[in-house]
């Protein structure tokens, strides 16, 4: 299995700021996936980033409040942007696995409040 | 509009007895199926998976089964420890848009008391 880390795993953010949350792999992967947990909801696929390309954004979700960043195969990131109180969520990075299988690895997940 | 569902909330079940968590799909282009474990503050934990063309897929207490007909797959845990208190997520892909674009249902709340 991948191991993932994430940071920051938690903070309280202001209303109006940004945050950017980063994940490192341990090993290089060629897909990320951002996701979002927002408090008693299931998990939602944010974007899907590639390394040297655009990130690939789901229905609802835009580049301009959640860019997303992917310099290299083990890293990236995802900015939340003028965050307000609906933007307080957990947020999860994951990877697929390596080896036989389809099997898809989420990081701890940073739990951002927004106040 | 919920493409997977699971109805229950919450199940209680005692040490040592089965857990069944159900989880419900309308999507029928979906054909791979995972569960997943989550404790609070945690990441999901990868459980087990199963692809359309089986019907059983087994991994020590853990079993999931899944009827494509009926749309409904289930997990079943056996014997259940009071460490698999959790909450549960099933969540559903299509491999050929992208089995790693998942889907998730809204989770069950497993309680294992001794």
């Known amino acids: 299995s991948a191991v993932i880390s994430q940071k920051p795993s938690r903070d309280i953010c202001q209303r109006g700021t940004s945050l950017t949350i980063q994940c490192q792999v341990d090993?290089?992967?060629?897909?990320m996936f951002w996701y979002r947990q927002q408090p008693g909801q299931s998990l939602t696929l944010i974007a899907t980033?590639?390394?040297?390309?655009?990130?690939?954004?789901e229905s609802g979700f835009v580049i301009d409040k959640f860019p997303i960043s992917r310099p290299n195969l083990t890293f990236s990131t995802l900015t939340v942007s003028n965050m307000s109180p609906e933007d307080s969520s957990i947020y999860l990075c994951?990877?697929?696995?390596?080896?036989?299988?389809?099997?898809?690895?989420f990081g701890e997940g940073s739990w951002l409040t927004v106040v | 509009d919920q493409q997977v569902k699971q109805n229950s909330p919450s199940l209680s079940v005692q040490e040592g007895r089965i857990s069944i968590l159900n989880c419900d799909y309308t999507n029928s282009m979906f054909d791979y199926f995972l569960w997943y474990k989550k404790y609070p503050a945690e990441g999901p934990t990868f459980l087990i998976s199963i692809s359309s063309i089986k019907d059983k897929n087994e991994d020590g207490r853990f079993t999931v089964f899944l009827n494509k007909s009926a749309k409904h797959l289930s997990l079943h845990i056996v014997p259940s420890q009071p460490g698999d208190s959790a909450v549960y997520f099933c969540?559903?892909?299509?491999?050929?848009?992208?089995?790693?674009?998942?889907?998730f249902g809204t989770g069950t709340r497993l309680l294992v008391s001794p």
């Open positions: 994951s990877v697929e696995g390596q080896g036989a299988g389809n099997t898809i690895y």
């Open positions: 969540a559903a892909s299509r491999e050929n848009t992208g089995f790693q674009k998942l889907v």
């Open positions: 980033a590639n390394q040297g390309s655009e990130a690939t954004y």
């Open positions: 090993s290089q992967v060629t897909m």
